[in-house]
Every structure is written in structure tokens, then in C-alpha cells.
């Protein structure tokens, strides 16, 4: 983040200058955009062809086996077929997201509580750079390994004869094994916490060592106790680190079917495994439509975020 | 250009091979050809290296296999017909592969033993006796009016849309230690006594049809055509399933094999829809697992070798080459001591031993130690195989995989199910 800025700082005299002088030579008005030119082309190629492709082909029309140029808006009207006729029973889209954004949300509370704890005694309690180095790599052993090693591996931990089961009936706490440990609302919020608290920790810390500590020291010497110095000194002065950290987990949340799938024992819809299941059955059309209305969804999260905090002016 | 290239590129390749042909044998009569390369597109499973070696040593055929999934096989074959050469696919597809244009009626007169065809397959009956022909039965989508016909012939003609690689019949799953009474019927699978143990697969268009055996056997549907059912029929299967989930009846759904393996395995469920490899898989493992015979019969499957429009040539030779080999027992024997069904009995029957034959097909007790292919000890003497002899397990046959007319709304209907 804080490269990009400075990149931008520097490009821009030499824009400026160039322009103010007019007939500046043509390879220094150009090297910006030449610069830029490999990032663009291939976010032009990678990003932008397949999403307007996304986009085109979810107006069209298709059949079991084939997929047909139209411009037809009843993909959407079936992506949300019965949506208003079954009211107030919700429909399955309504009822879909509903689940989504439920764990995006408590998903959200809980890596930001853990990444905040975290991310505040790396910065504050860990005194020695080195020391914060090595428990920063600490934090990041777990992804060396897949993503989906990573889910897996709390199955014989949670199941019905699984470890945590197994030692609880053993101490006598429980007679009969917990079957929510499993399959469960609980055991995607454990995975998905598990598996994203790091992208709140890395971007906190990042806000929180940049805080200027002689004004910790002034809140303390101004008569502030601890609280108050973390709710009205340090908590908002690390807002940018703790709005990048939630764009960074609500969109992944929000896109998430395979740890829903693993951890929810496929009982739990979410949107990206609504896509796949279309996408197995050739029903492309109808895929991209979910897909472009998930997309404005995530888009329209991101924007509601940064509305709460000016993320260009913070960094 | 493309062509100019391969072209290119290929007679330089043969210009070198003669060259280095001439050079070993300098006689004049040798004729220096490239070895085929088959692409041949399947889902892993049935990927057997042991044939592909066999293959290209019987045959100077070499077999790369593509492998994907059960779903991407039809999604290859209509979005990309170029990128293989044989496909091994299952019969329920082909309402949708035969309409796409992709695929090429194969010439009945070009394969030895197509007289020879399992009757199951052929024309649906075992041993004189029509078996169920619910959802898509092979025998319906057989055969093309026309080589290039994009559409099924209801009388037996000269162009083939598959030629059977493997069948067999599906049923339920069970752990045999872990429920105490004799599972007869599919109703078990929604039986509250094993409420949170049960599982049903989470692929829309087998597991709407396990659950409508279920819903069948407890008396609480009856349908025209479980593999093409009604808008009312899907939406009231459906429903019943939601009650069932809200219920707590399922511990999970699962979507692939090693799913269903560690389920069972793990016993978190102890009845639920299975594959008859995973039952051997959660066997191999030390875990009792029975694959369960019911008196509403099985919900069979058949997968085949089917040709794409544009094989032509030296390539489209070396197919028919293949499948001719391929029905000639060694592959049969091979699949049939992992549990599958071949297309031609009788020449797989040679390639195995009588003691094997008498297992697998028979009913009969095993007189030694049952090996799979790979010298893995399956099953000890003594054994007998679930559901016992081929008439029994095909014979019981009550409808196939399928897809249905109203594909679309059982898929939103499924998705309802799930979110539920």
C-alpha cells in the first residue's frame, strides 16, 4: 500500500512537469504509461475479457446442451424465481445470501477480534523487531500447507468419534459425543475464522506500527487509562489496517463453497456452490447471471465499507 | 496455419522415422509408421493404467488418459470435441451429447463382438426378462438413425452412439456393526432411527432418484418415471427431502468418492447412498461395510466408449482397433476383479480363473482368496459377494441415471434443498 502511494507521488511531478511544459520530449510523457502498461494488460486480459464475457453471456439463452447469443433477462428473473411471489416465505436466493452474509458477518467479528488481540501484542508487547519477525512467520506456518489440508484436518478433530469427542466423553464431561462439533454452522465459522484471521492480523499490524507512540504516551499523560486509550487513541487510528483486513475477509466469505461444503457437510448453501452446481448441469447462462449478481453484491459491501472510512486519505 | 504446422511438423517426424527405420533394418519392405496416440477422455476411475499398458503392448496403441470428473466429461464433450479422441462416457448424458452434434455414430460392422453385447445393455432384459427401464436405460439410447444423426433410433440400426465399457448396479451402503437389524428397503434411508446418520449424494440428478426409491418404498409417492419425473413429482420429492433435512435426518450430503468413503469410514453415517468401489475402499480399510441388496431393486448405471465428430484416419482406425481389444476379455477380466460389469461376458470369463468367475458372477462362495487386479487381498475364502449372482444384482434392476426433461427446475429445485 504504502509503495503504491509513493509510486503515485512520484509519477505525478513528472506528469505535471511534462505537461506544464508542453513540448516535453515524448518518451518521458509516455514511460508512466508504459509502466504501467504489463499490469494493465494483464489485468485487461485476465480480469476485465472474462468478466464482460461473464457479463455478455449471462443474457444469453441456452438448452441442456448448448448456450445460444440473446439478450434475454430471464436468467435473472430465474435467479430469482419466487422471490416475491412466496413472500414472506424467502425464497432460495434470498435465503442463500441470507446464510452467506450471516457467516460473513460473524466471520467477521471473530477475525477481527482474534486479529486485533494479535495484531496489538505483536505491536505493542513484542518489543524487538526480530522477535516480531519471527512470530509474524509464526502466524503464516499454516499457510504453507493448502487450503484444503487445512479445513480437513479439523474433521478427525470434530467428528462424532473425533478427538475433541473422544477426549470430553473421556473426562467425563459429556456422555453421548457433541454432534454440532461437525457438519455444522459452528464448523464453518471455527474453519473459516481459522483460516482468514492472518489476512486481519498482517494489514492491523501494518496500521498499528505506524502509530506514532509519543501520542500513546500524551493519552496516558493526559490521565487516559488503558481502555480509553485503546477505544479513543489506538482503535481509531488503526481503522484503515482494520477496513482493509474486512474487504479482504467479506469478499472471500462471501465467494466461499468449499469450505461451506467441507465444514457444512454440504447442508448449507452459499452462493458459489449454487454457481457450481449450474455449471455442472451446462446451465451457463444461469451461472454467470449468479455470478454478476454475487459480483454487485461484493461490490456493493466493499462500497458501504469504504464509505466508513476514507481509505486514501488514511494511508 | 495450424494445419501447416501439424502437418509440417508430422512429415518431418515420419521423414525421421523412416530415416531412422531404414537405418536399423535396412531391408526394403519395412515400412516405417508412428505409433497412435488415443486421447481418451473418462473420469479417473475408470482409468486403469494396467490397460493402458496392456493396450499399447498388445496393440502398439498408446492411451493418454484425460481424467475429470463425473460432470466435466459432457462439458468437455460439448465445449471442446477437439481436445480428445475416445470419450468413456456414461449412457444418461447422451440426451445431451446426441442433440450437441459432437459426437459420431460408431459402425456397428466395425466392431467384432457387437452381436455379442451384454442383453442388459442391448436391449434391456436379463436372461429374457425385462429388467426397470426408468430414466435413460441404454438400450433406449443405443442407437443413431444416421451416422451423423442427432437423434436416437428406437429399432436397433448400424450406428452405435456407445459401446459399453462398464455397468453395474447401485445401491445403499450400510455399517453393518453399527445398526442392529436387517436393512431391507430403501425407506431405510429416511428412517428416523437413523436420524443425523444417514447421507444422500449432493449430485442433483442421482440423488432426487435415491431419494425417490426411498420415498417410493415408504409408500409415500409412486411415480410414472423416476428418471423423468413431472414438475409435481420433482417438486414433491423435494419437499418430502426438506422435511426430512429439517428433521435432522442427514449428517452431511457428499459429492465425491473419497466423501463417501470417509463418511462411512469415520462412522459418521452408517446407511447412505454408495458406489460398490467405495464399499471395497471403506473394506480395505478394516471397516465392516455391506453393499446392501433391497427389495425395490437397484438404481443401475453404464458408461461407453463413444467416438467425437471429428475422428478421421490412422486415429479413428486405431478406436475401433482399440475397442475391439477392449471387448476381447483381457480388459473385462480386469475390470470384473474390481467389481464392474463388462460388455462381453464370455471372453472376460475366459481371462479368468474359475474360482473368480464363480465369485464375481456366480453367487458362489469364494473357494480361495480374492484378489483385485493389483494382488491386493479383497476378500478372504468363504466370502460372497453382496447381492450375490449377475441375473440377481442386474436382473434387479429398477431404473437407470438419468437426466430428466425437467433438468432445470429439479436443479432449482435441488438448490431449494440444499439451502433449506
Same mark, same amino acid.
Given at each position: 500500500?504504502?509503495?503504491?502511494?509513493?509510486?503515485?507521488?512520484?509519477?505525478?511531478?513528472?506528469?505535471?512537469?511534462?505537461?506544464?511544459?508542453?513540448?516535453?520530449?515524448?518518451?518521458?510523457?509516455?514511460?508512466?504509461?508504459?509502466?504501467?502498461?504489463?499490469?494493465?494488460?494483464?489485468?485487461?486480459?485476465?480480469?476485465?475479457?472474462?468478466?464482460?464475457?461473464?457479463?455478455?453471456?449471462?443474457?444469453?439463452?441456452?438448452?441442456?446442451?448448448?448456450?445460444?447469443?440473446?439478450?434475454?433477462?430471464?436468467?435473472?428473473?430465474?435467479?430469482?424465481?419466487?422471490?416475491?411471489?412466496?413472500?414472506?416465505?424467502?425464497?432460495?436466493?434470498?435465503?442463500?445470501?441470507?446464510?452467506?452474509?450471516? @457467516?460473513?458477518?460473524?466471520?467477521?467479528?471473530?477475525?477481527?477480534?482474534?486479529?486485533?488481540?494479535?495484531?496489538? @501484542?505483536?505491536?505493542?508487547?513484542?518489543?524487538?523487531?526480530?522477535?516480531?519477525?519471527?512470530?509474524?512467520?509464526?502466524?503464516?506456518?499454516?499457510?504453507?500447507?493448502?487450503?484444503?489440508?487445512?479445513?480437513?484436518?479439523?474433521?478427525?478433530?470434530?467428528?462424532?468419534?473425533?478427538?475433541?469427542?473422544?477426549?470430553?466423553?473421556?473426562?467425563?464431561?459429556?456422555?453421548?459425543?457433541?454432534?454440532?462439533?461437525?457438519?455444522?454452522?459452528?464448523?464453518?465459522?471455527?474453519?473459516?475464522?481459522?483460516?482468514?484471521?492472518? @489476512?486481519?492480523?498482517?494489514?492491523?499490524?501494518?496500521?498499528?506500527?505506524?502509530?506514532?507512540?509519543?501520542?500513546?504516551?500524551?493519552?496516558?499523560?493526559?490521565?487516559?487509562?488503558?481502555?480509553?486509550?485503546?477505544?479513543?487513541?489506538?482503535?481509531?487510528?488503526?481503522?484503515?489496517?482494520?477496513?482493509?483486513?474486512?474487504?479482504?475477509?467479506?469478499?472471500?466469505?462471501?465467494?466461499?463453497?468449499?469450505?461451506?461444503?467441507?465444514?457444512?457437510?454440504?447442508?448449507?448453501?452459499?452462493?458459489?456452490?449454487?454457481?457450481?452446481?449450474?455449471?455442472?448441469?451446462?446451465? @451457463?447462462?444461469?451461472?454467470?447471471?449468479?455470478?454478476?449478481?454475487?459480483?454487485?453484491?461484493?461490490?456493493?459491501?466493499?462500497?458501504?465499507?469504504?464509505?466508513?472510512?476514507?481509505?486514501?486519505?488514511?494511508? | 496455419?495450424?494445419?501447416?504446422?501439424?502437418?509440417?511438423?508430422?512429415?518431418?517426424?515420419?521423414? !525421421?522415422?523412416?530415416?531412422?527405420?531404414?537405418? !536399423?533394418?535396412?531391408?526394403?519392405?519395412?515400412?516405417?509408421?508412428?505409433?497412435?496416440?488415443?486421447?481418451?477422455?473418462?473420469?479417473?476411475?475408470?482409468?486403469?493404467?494396467?490397460?493402458?499398458?496392456?493396450?499399447?503392448?498388445?496393440?502398439?496403441?498408446?492411451?493418454?488418459?484425460?481424467?475429470?470428473?463425473?460432470?466435466?466429461?459432457?462439458?468437455?464433450?460439448?465445449?471442446? =470435441?477437439?481436445?480428445?479422441?475416445?470419450?468413456?462416457?456414461?449412457?444418461?448424458?447422451?440426451?445431451?451429447?446426441?442433440?450437441?452434434?459432437?459426437?459420431?455414430? &460408431?459402425?456397428?460392422?466395425?466392431?467384432?463382438?457387437?452381436?455379442?453385447? !451384454?442383453?442388459?445393455?442391448?436391449?434391456?432384459?436379463?436372461?429374457?426378462?425385462?429388467?426397470?427401464?426408468?430414466?435413460?436405460?441404454?438400450?433406449?439410447? /443405443?442407437?443413431?438413425?444416421?451416422?451423423?444423426?442427432?437423434?436416437?433410433?428406437?429399432?436397433?440400426?448400424?450406428?452405435?452412439?456407445?459401446?459399453?465399457?462398464?455397468?453395474?448396479?447401485?445401491?445403499?451402503?450400510?455399517?453393518?456393526?453399527?445398526?442392529?437389524?436387517?436393512?431391507?428397503?430403501?425407506?431405510?434411508?429416511?428412517? =428416523?432411527?437413523?436420524?443425523?446418520?444417514?447421507?444422500?449424494?449432493?449430485?442433483?440428478?442421482?440423488?432426487?432418484?435415491?431419494?425417490? &426409491?426411498? /420415498?417410493?418404498?415408504?409408500?409415500?409417492?409412486?411415480?410414472?418415471?423416476?428418471?423423468?419425473?413431472?414438475?409435481?413429482?420433482?417438486?414433491?420429492?423435494?419437499?418430502?427431502?426438506?422435511?426430512?433435512?429439517?428433521?435432522?435426518?442427514?449428517?452431511?450430503?457428499?459429492?465425491?468418492?473419497?466423501?463417501?468413503?470417509?463418511?462411512?469410514?469415520?462412522?459418521?453415517?452408517?446407511?447412505?447412498? &454408495?458406489?460398490?468401489?467405495?464399499?471395497?475402499?471403506?473394506?480395505?480399510?478394516?471397516?465392516?461395510?455391506?453393499?446392501?441388496? /433391497?427389495?425395490?431393486?437397484?438404481?443401475?448405471?453404464?458408461?461407453?466408449?463413444? /467416438? =467425437?465428430?471429428?475422428?478421421?484416419?490412422?486415429?479413428?482406425?486405431?478406436?475401433?482397433?482399440?475397442?475391439?481389444?477392449?471387448?476381447?476379455?483381457?480388459?473385462?477380466?480386469?475390470?470384473?476383479?474390481?467389481?464392474?460389469?463388462?460388455?462381453?461376458?464370455?471372453?472376460?470369463?475366459?481371462?479368468?480363473?474359475?474360482?473368480?468367475?464363480?465369485?464375481?458372477?456366480?453367487? !458362489?462362495?469364494?473357494?480361495?482368496?480374492?484378489?483385485?487386479?493389483?494382488?491386493?487381498?479383497?476378500?478372504?475364502?468363504?466370502?460372497?459377494?453382496?447381492?450375490?449372482?449377475?441375473?440377481?444384482?442386474?436382473?434387479?434392476?429398477?431404473?437407470?441415471?438419468?437426466?430428466?426433461?425437467?433438468?432445470?427446475? &429439479?436443479?432449482?429445485?435441488?438448490?431449494?434443498?440444499?439451502?433449506?
Amino acid at each position: 500500500m504504502t509503495d503504491a502511494t509513493d509510486t503515485n507521488a512520484g509519477v505525478r511531478p513528472v506528469r505535471a512537469s511534462a505537461g506544464r511544459r508542453g513540448s516535453g520530449r515524448a518518451g518521458t510523457a509516455l514511460a508512466p504509461y508504459l509502466q504501467a502498461a504489463p499490469m494493465a494488460l494483464v489485468f485487461l486480459v485476465f480480469f476485465v475479457l472474462p468478466l464482460a464475457a461473464t457479463i455478455v453471456v449471462s443474457f444469453w439463452q441456452y438448452t441442456q446442451y448448448s448456450i445460444e447469443p440473446a439478450f434475454t433477462a430471464q436468467n435473472y428473473g430465474d435467479v430469482f424465481y419466487g422471490c416475491l411471489a412466496d413472500l414472506p416465505r424467502l425464497c432460495t436466493t434470498f435465503l442463500t445470501y441470507l446464510s452467506t452474509l450471516k @457467516f460473513c458477518l460473524i466471520v467477521w467479528v471473530t477475525t477481527l477480534t482474534i486479529g486485533f488481540t494479535v495484531a496489538y @501484542f505483536l505491536a505493542f508487547h513484542v518489543h524487538t523487531l526480530k522477535i516480531q519477525v519471527i512470530c509474524f512467520l509464526l502466524c503464516t506456518i499454516p499457510f504453507w500447507t493448502s487450503i484444503v489440508i487445512r479445513m480437513i484436518s479439523w474433521i478427525p478433530l470434530l467428528g462424532r468419534n473425533g478427538l475433541v469427542n473422544q477426549t470430553l466423553v473421556g473426562m467425563g464431561v459429556i456422555d453421548t459425543p457433541l454432534e454440532e462439533l461437525l457438519y455444522s454452522d459452528f464448523a464453518v465459522i471455527l474453519a473459516l475464522t481459522h483460516l482468514y484471521t492472518l @489476512f486481519m492480523v498482517v494489514p492491523i499490524f501494518n496500521s498499528l506500527m505506524r502509530i506514532d507512540r509519543s501520542l500513546i504516551e500524551a493519552a496516558r499523560d493526559a490521565g487516559a487509562g488503558g481502555p480509553q486509550t485503546l477505544l479513543h487513541v489506538i482503535l481509531p487510528l488503526a481503522r484503515p489496517g482494520i477496513l482493509i483486513g474486512s474487504i479482504f475477509v467479506v469478499t472471500v466469505v462471501m465467494g466461499d463453497f468449499l469450505t461451506i461444503g467441507i465444514m457444512g457437510g454440504q447442508q448449507i448453501a452459499s452462493v458459489g456452490k449454487v454457481i457450481q452446481t449450474q455449471m455442472q448441469f451446462l446451465q @451457463f447462462p444461469l451461472a454467470a447471471a449468479n455470478a454478476v449478481i454475487l459480483l454487485a453484491a461484493v461490490l456493493v459491501g466493499v462500497w458501504a465499507l469504504l464509505k466508513l472510512v476514507d481509505i486514501r486519505k488514511e494511508l | 496455419m495450424t494445419d501447416w504446422t501439424k502437418t509440417s511438423r508430422r512429415s518431418v517426424l515420419r521423414g !525421421a522415422a523412416a530415416l531412422a527405420g531404414t537405418a !536399423a533394418f535396412p531391408a526394403p519392405f519395412v515400412h516405417a509408421q508412428e505409433r497412435v496416440t488415443l486421447r481418451y477422455l473418462s473420469t479417473a476411475v475408470n482409468q486403469s493404467p494396467a490397460i493402458a499398458e496392456k493396450a499399447s503392448e498388445d496393440l502398439g496403441i498408446d492411451i493418454e488418459y484425460i481424467a475429470v470428473n463425473t460432470d466435466e466429461v459432457p462439458r468437455r464433450v460439448i465445449t471442446q =470435441p477437439n481436445s480428445f479422441d475416445l470419450v468413456d462416457s456414461e449412457y444418461f448424458s447422451l440426451p445431451n451429447l446426441v442433440p450437441s452434434g459432437n459426437m459420431k455414430g &460408431m459402425d456397428a460392422s466395425r466392431i467384432d463382438r457387437v452381436g455379442d453385447l !451384454a442383453s442388459v445393455i442391448a436391449n434391456g432384459t436379463v436372461d429374457g426378462e425385462k429388467v426397470g427401464w426408468d430414466g435413460t436405460a441404454p438400450h433406449e439410447v /443405443l442407437y443413431l438413425e444416421g451416422q451423423e444423426a442427432t437423434s436416437f433410433a428406437s429399432e436397433p440400426t448400424e450406428w452405435i452412439t456407445l459401446i459399453p465399457t462398464t455397468y453395474n448396479a447401485d445401491t445403499l451402503g450400510i455399517r453393518p456393526d453399527l445398526i442392529d437389524r436387517e436393512i431391507t428397503s430403501w425407506a431405510s434411508l429416511l428412517d =428416523p432411527d437413523f436420524a443425523g446418520r444417514a447421507s444422500i449424494l449432493n449430485i442433483p440428478s442421482i440423488g432426487i432418484m435415491d431419494a425417490a &426409491m426411498a /420415498l417410493e418404498a415408504r409408500g409415500d409417492l409412486t411415480y410414472g418415471d423416476k428418471g423423468n419425473m413431472t414438475r409435481e413429482e420433482i417438486d414433491a420429492t423435494i419437499a418430502a427431502l426438506i422435511e426430512a433435512k429439517r428433521a435432522g435426518q442427514f449428517r452431511a450430503f457428499w459429492s465425491n468418492f473419497q466423501e463417501s468413503v470417509n463418511l462411512m469410514a469415520s462412522g459418521e453415517v452408517v446407511i447412505q447412498s &454408495m458406489w460398490s468401489p467405495a464399499v471395497t475402499a471403506v473394506r480395505t480399510q478394516g471397516v465392516p461395510c455391506i453393499y446392501q441388496p /433391497l427389495q425395490e431393486g437397484y438404481r443401475a448405471w453404464a458408461s461407453g466408449f463413444g /467416438l =467425437p465428430r471429428t475422428i478421421e484416419g490412422r486415429k479413428e482406425d486405431a478406436a475401433y482397433e482399440f475397442i475391439n481389444w477392449f471387448l476381447s476379455g483381457w480388459a473385462g477380466a480386469h475390470l470384473s476383479k474390481q467389481g464392474y460389469y463388462p460388455a462381453v461376458l464370455g471372453t472376460a470369463k475366459e481371462f479368468m480363473e474359475p474360482y473368480e468367475w464363480a465369485y464375481w458372477y456366480e453367487g !458362489a462362495a469364494a473357494e480361495q482368496d480374492i484378489l483385485a487386479p493389483d494382488g491386493r487381498l479383497l476378500e478372504e475364502a468363504g466370502a460372497v459377494r453382496d447381492g450375490g449372482s449377475y441375473e440377481e444384482r442386474m436382473g434387479a434392476v429398477a431404473c437407470w441415471n438419468a437426466v430428466m426433461d425437467e433438468n432445470q427446475h &429439479m436443479v432449482r429445485k435441488w438448490n431449494e434443498f440444499i439451502a433449506a
